[in-house]
């Protein structure tokens, strides 16, 4: 995979939020013409880092693949650069600035535990961070009435 710089970061995650979103508009969310934005999506396709366009469901509407959090600690002030390249990664759902010992929360979807460790591995490489610690998600438990009873739900 290439090194992906902030314009193919940006990219993808503008395709994150809407991947039917038009050439155009995008071009102009980059502040860059069409023919960059074409040209950038068919390299990102043609290199791999961009294997298909599709559909996001609730996550009580779907029901395969992995979901998984990513704590993670940021050395230094790096906290912006480390954030735009995560929210370039393809396996990166969300990302949440939080407070104590880590400095970021990652969301990772991916379809396979293979997928899982190449995901961890490539985040792991990214510099500036330091740390980190991911948690698989196994199962949804939500309160009901009355708020001491808890009841299982398939996620």
Known sequence: MSNLDQIDQRLIALLRHNARESVAT????????RGT????????????????????????????????WMSIAIQGND??????????????QALHATNGQWDLLAELQVATLPELARALERIRLIKGISN???SIHLETLRATAPPATLTKKDS
Do not use: C, F, H, K
Not at 26 to 33: C, F, I, N
Not at 39 to 63: C, F, K, M, Q
Not at 79 to 92: E, K, Q, S
């Open 132 to 134: 980190s610690e991911t």
């Open 37 to 68: 934005v074409t040209n950038r999506l068919r390299r990102l396709e043609d290199e791999g880092v961009i294997v298909g366009y599709t559909l996001r469901l609730r996550p009580e509407a779907a029901s395969d693949g992995l979901q998984a």
């Open 79 to 92: 906290a912006r650069r480390v954030a735009v390249t995560l929210l370039g990664d393809p396996a990166v």
């Open 26 to 33: 995008l071009a102009t969310r980059l502040g860059v013409s």
